[in-house]
């Protein structure tokens, strides 16, 4: 591949934005990456604080912001998560050892289900 080429491939990649839609390992990773991208700027402190704690339930000014940066980014996307969506997110999440995220997630996924049952029940 020449230099000219390759110049092309790597602004189509570079400009593109990710799909955010469907869960997957790699869109786990790329969430994640942005939440500790944008908690390093506002409390470059962090990773300290999280590795002085045994658990993640005992820093909740850690989770607050992970939350609230995870919020944003759904946002940025135009992502309102149905529950399957959630549930899915949930599990890669664990599976990169994000355990608050992946308890956000499963919470968030009984939420929009309970949202979601109530306005169909209050529409009959």
Request: aromatic letters at 8%; a neutral charge; hydrophobic letters at 35%.
């Amino acid at each position: 591949m020449n230099i000219e080429k390759l110049k092309v491939a790597l602004e189509v990649n570079v400009n593109k934005k990710p799909d955010l839609s469907n869960p997957s390992e790699e869109i786990a990773e790329i969430i994640l990456d942005k939440i500790h991208l944008q908690m390093s700027k506002e409390l470059p402190g962090w990773q300290e604080i999280v590795l002085e704690n045994e658990t993640d339930t005992e820093l909740p000014e850690i989770n607050q912001l992970m939350r609230k940066h995870f919020e944003r980014i759904l946002k940025a996307n135009n992502i309102s998560g149905t529950p399957e969506w959630y549930r899915g997110m949930a599990k890669e999440f664990y599976s990169l050892n994000a355990e608050y995220l992946g308890r956000y997630c499963s919470s968030k996924a009984d939420y929009v289900f309970a949202k979601i049952k109530k306005a169909v029940k209050g529409s009959k």
